[in-house]
């Protein structure tokens, strides 16, 4: 049941939905299409049962009528997203993780690009993801579908002011390492530091001046000339997952 003021959102697909019961995350109920009886829907009710969470069987078109923005393939969940991370929290998560890192992404506003970014997110073990709230991709039902049960794993911290925000982390002893195409430090050629905030630029226009100002030092993907940039999903991937690498290397 859902608590009063608690806002609520969809996710979409067997798997979203089940990474959400996995992951502890508050689901007020779960919608089936009749012709879903596949062996991970079958676990899926069985969890859902033992979470407590009611499960209401449905036509497949009148699934498609109450969620026409959502891809849910015959299973959909309510859940609650107040359990995204007040700014005033991260602090303390940090605080409470071992080797913790961070990613800033500096207004993405393709909900897909955000999910993406999430899942990678999560693959690569990032501590937590922190965007503005204005002129940036929100978590919704989309941004966690693309995320595939990634936006349940790595929290995701919406701040007031990405600026602020960033020096706030270096303060605390992190060092702001920015993706900028046009800079001659290659990533891969460069000694990352362990605690590490990494921070991507939007589609349009990629690391804003200001932004890139508040990082302590830049770095670029190296590529083939005839391609000017990559996807921010695609960079952001590329650079956690070598940080990845870094970190076991010296591990």
Request: charged content about 25%; aromatic content about 2%; proline content about 4%.
């Given at each position: 049941m859902k608590d009063k003021g608690q806002a609520t959102d969809w996710v979409g697909g067997v798997h979203a939905v089940t990474a959400a019961l996995e992951a502890g995350q508050k689901v007020v109920r779960i919608r089936l299409a009749r012709d879903k009886a596949d062996g991970r829907t079958r676990a899926?009710?069985?969890?859902?049962?033992?979470?407590?969470?009611?499960?209401?069987?449905?036509?497949?078109?009148?699934?498609?009528?109450?969620?026409?923005?959502?891809?849910?393939?015959?299973?959909?969940?309510?859940?609650?997203?107040?359990?995204?991370?007040?700014?005033?929290?991260?602090?303390?998560?940090?605080?409470?993780?071992?080797?913790?890192?961070v990613l800033a992404l500096d207004q993405v506003q393709d909900p897909h690009n955000l999910g993406a970014c999430l899942r990678s997110a999560a693959a690569a073990g990032v501590t937590a993801v922190i965007a503005p709230r204005k002129r940036a991709a929100g978590l919704t039902g989309a941004a966690r579908k693309v995320a595939a049960g990634g936006a349940e794993i790595v929290p995701f911290v919406p701040v007031t002011n990405l600026s602020r925000a960033i020096e706030r982390l270096k303060a605390d002893g992190f060092w702001a390492v920015g993706?900028?195409?046009?800079?001659?430090?290659?990533?891969?050629?460069?000694?990352?530091?362990?605690?590490?905030?990494?921070?991507?630029?939007?589609?349009?226009?990629?690391?804003?001046?200001?932004?890139?100002?508040?990082?302590?030092?830049?770095?670029?993907?190296?590529m083939e000339p005839v391609m000017e940039s990559l996807n921010v999903s695609v960079a952001t991937a590329i650079a956690l997952f070598e940080t990845r690498r870094q970190r076991v290397a010296k591990a």
């Amino acid at each position: 049941m859902k608590d009063k003021g608690q806002a609520t959102d969809w996710v979409g697909g067997v798997h979203a939905v089940t990474a959400a019961l996995e992951a502890g995350q508050k689901v007020v109920r779960i919608r089936l299409a009749r012709d879903k009886a596949d062996g991970r829907t079958r676990a899926l009710i069985a969890a859902a049962e033992a979470a407590g969470v009611p499960v209401e069987s449905q036509e497949r078109s009148a699934l498609d009528k109450a969620l026409p923005d959502i891809n849910h393939q015959g299973c959909a969940a309510e859940i609650v997203t107040g359990h995204i991370l007040r700014e005033s929290e991260l602090a303390d998560l940090l605080a409470r993780t071992d080797h913790p890192w961070v990613l800033a992404l500096d207004q993405v506003q393709d909900p897909h690009n955000l999910g993406a970014c999430l899942r990678s997110a999560a693959a690569a073990g990032v501590t937590a993801v922190i965007a503005p709230r204005k002129r940036a991709a929100g978590l919704t039902g989309a941004a966690r579908k693309v995320a595939a049960g990634g936006a349940e794993i790595v929290p995701f911290v919406p701040v007031t002011n990405l600026s602020r925000a960033i020096e706030r982390l270096k303060a605390d002893g992190f060092w702001a390492v920015g993706l900028a195409g046009g800079c001659h430090a290659s990533i891969h050629e460069t000694d990352l530091p362990a605690r590490i905030l990494w921070v991507a630029g939007g589609e349009a226009d990629g690391l804003r001046a200001l932004t890139a100002e508040h990082c302590d030092l830049l770095v670029s993907i190296p590529m083939e000339p005839v391609m000017e940039s990559l996807n921010v999903s695609v960079a952001t991937a590329i650079a956690l997952f070598e940080t990845r690498r870094q970190r076991v290397a010296k591990a």
